[in-house]
């Protein structure tokens, strides 16, 4: 089970980390990503990070602005989110799959077989 939390209310230019607890499965053994989805559109990804956190992959619209990272010791993965625009206004869900490292798909969200409830996150300009 994924438990995503750490959303709520900022302003624009702020940040925020979210965080996401795995319980009840190795945690190690997955690829981990988050995605959003803003009222009226469709799940977009966001950012994945590979078992040992040596690979992460962005979105171009979050790139160089969120950092995706993960503590196997704690069972949990963290986007830090810095620079927010309104555009990030969305709910944020964190996702697991046994994808391989090297997976050019980890971007998808068609390889992730688990999924945590969201977290909602409004940036006020």
């Known amino acids: 089970q994924l438990q995503a939390s750490g959303g709520g209310l900022v302003q624009t230019g702020e940040s925020l980390r979210l965080s996401c607890a795995a319980s009840?499965?190795?945690?190690?053994?997955?690829?981990l990503g988050w995605f959003r989805q803003a009222p009226g559109k469709e799940r977009d990804f966001v950012a994945a990070?590979?078992?040992?956190?040596?690979?992460?992959d962005y979105a171009d619209s979050v790139e160089g602005r969120f950092t995706i990272s993960r503590d196997n010791a704690k069972n949990t993965v963290y986007p830090q989110m810095n620079s927010l625009k309104a555009e990030d206004t969305a709910v944020y869900y964190c996702?697991?799959?046994?994808?391989?490292?090297?997976?050019?798909?980890?971007?998808?969200?068609?390889?992730?077989?688990?999924w945590g409830q969201g977290t909602l996150v409004t940036v006020s300009s």
């Open positions: 996702a697991a799959s046994i994808e391989p490292d090297t997976s050019y798909y980890i971007a998808w969200s068609k390889v992730y077989a688990y």
């Open positions: 009840g499965r190795s945690f190690s053994r997955y690829v």
């Open positions: 990070i590979t078992r040992s956190g040596s690979r992460t």
